[in-house]
Every structure is written in structure tokens, then in C-alpha cells.
């Protein structure tokens, strides 16, 4: 078995772990009732397509308008459901990057989560830490969609354009990637808004529905 790519850098959040449904969703709602009581409820499917389209930094920013006082408050009460809640990987997802590292793949996490979760997450699931991480700790200008995490990759393992895949289920993450000129493969099997779908299929340079398809791919 031989690899496609010698590094995959991959996102987290709806990619390999189901986490906004029981997670990132329920936190913001609780989050933004307690600092506008008389806004109008989000669903989670506008809280998904915000997601994808601007991203959740310019969602909270720009379109929800938070100010520093109310994006602390939400920050503050995501991080209370993050620590609480361990997420469970998409099923194959482990046992597909674990094979991919055992053959000398690199495996790196660009995610607007944080550092200290991912790597809890990947240290119960996967039995090991990636390589890198560039989670939402880092500022803003740092984070996907802009193409530092990738630049930085890249040099730090001495890696061609061509020697990387990015694995992510929404836009910021596409955005990151042709940014760089990097391959990029939709995560399919997270996707059930029709219109998200869709769009990541026309855009996307691979699709995929299943993480066995995906897993196919990896592997030559």
C-alpha cells in the first residue's frame, strides 16, 4: 500500500468528529439567548449555512454583529460545552488516518476548534497526537480561510504543493486550500443541506460521500 499524498491536513469539527449538532450548535443558541433574549431564534440550518458561507468568524462578526463583550460570552459558553463533551470521530475516520500515519503520512488539523480539544479528541479516539495543529487559538489572520496554517505546513515539513490534500466539509476550508494551490477533498458524509452539497460538488476537485470512498482514494 502506498500513499497518494505525503501529508493530509485535515479539519476537524464535522469532518472526523460529529460535533456541531450536539456541540457548537446548542452552545451558540444558549449563547446568543443569553446576550440578545429578543432576537429571533437561529435554526440549525441557518446556523450551518453561516458556517459555510461567510464562516463562523465573519457570522459572529459581521453578520451577527457580537460585540467584544457578547463574543467573550460566546466563547465562554462553547468552551463550557466543548470541555464537557467529548465528540465521537465519523466511524472508519480513526482507523483510515491511523493507517495513513503508520505508512508515513503526515497528519496535520487546521480547525476552528481548539488546540487542547483536538488533541483530546484524537488522544481517546486515535492513539495518537497529529503532527500539527492550527486551531482557534492562533489570531485571527491566522486562522482558515487564510493561508498561513497551509504556508506554514508546507515549510515546516518540507513539503511541495502537490504533496498535500485538504480534507474539510465547508467553504473557509476550500477557500485555504486553492488559496495555496492545494488539492482539496470535500467531506460529503457530513453535508445535509442540498444547496451546501451542491455547491461543494461543483467546487470541490474531489467529492466524497463516504469515508471508505475518501479512504479509497488515500491509498494507492
Known amino acids: 500500500m502506498t500513499l497518494k499524498y505525503k501529508c493530509l491536513i485535515?479539519?476537524?469539527d464535522d469532518t472526523a468528529v460529529k460535533s456541531t449538532p450536539d456541540i457548537h450548535y446548542p452552545s451558540f443558541v444558549q449563547a446568543l439567548k443569553e446576550v440578545r433574549?429578543?432576537?429571533k431564534p437561529i435554526t440549525f440550518e441557518e446556523f450551518v449555512g453561516y458556517c459555510f458561507n461567510p464562516g463562523f468568524s465573519s457570522f459572529c462578526k459581521d453578520i451577527i454583529q457580537f460585540t467584544d463583550t457578547e463574543q467573550?460570552?460566546?466563547?465562554?459558553?462553547?468552551?463550557?460545552?466543548?470541555?464537557?463533551?467529548?465528540?465521537?470521530f465519523y466511524e472508519l475516520f480513526p482507523e483510515t488516518i491511523q493507517e495513513f500515519k503508520a505508512q508515513g503520512g503526515i497528519v496535520t488539523v487546521v480547525s476552528h476548534s481548539e488546540r487542547s480539544r483536538i488533541e483530546r479528541d484524537y488522544s481517546i479516539h486515535c492513539g495518537f497526537l497529529p503532527?500539527?495543529?492550527?486551531?482557534?487559538?492562533?489570531?485571527?489572520?491566522?486562522?482558515?480561510?487564510?493561508p498561513y496554517p497551509i504556508k506554514q505546513i508546507l515549510t515546516r515539513f518540507d513539503l511541495q504543493e502537490s504533496d498535500a490534500l485538504v480534507l474539510d466539509d465547508l467553504k473557509p476550508g476550500m477557500e485555504m486550500a486553492k488559496s495555496c494551490n492545494i488539492d482539496f477533498a470535500a467531506a460529503g458524509w457530513s453535508h445535509s443541506i442540498p444547496e451546501i452539497k451542491q455547491w461543494m460538488k461543483a467546487e470541490s476537485n474531489y467529492y466524497f460521500e463516504t469515508i471508505k470512498d475518501f479512504r479509497d482514494f488515500v491509498f494507492l
Open 10 to 12: 485535515l479539519d476537524h
Open 37 to 39: 433574549p429578543n432576537d
Open 72 to 88: 467573550q460570552h460566546q466563547q465562554k459558553v462553547w468552551k463550557k460545552y466543548t470541555e464537557s463533551t467529548v465528540p465521537d
Open 131 to 146: 503532527d500539527a495543529i492550527f486551531g482557534w487559538e492562533l489570531e485571527d489572520h491566522q486562522r482558515k480561510p487564510h
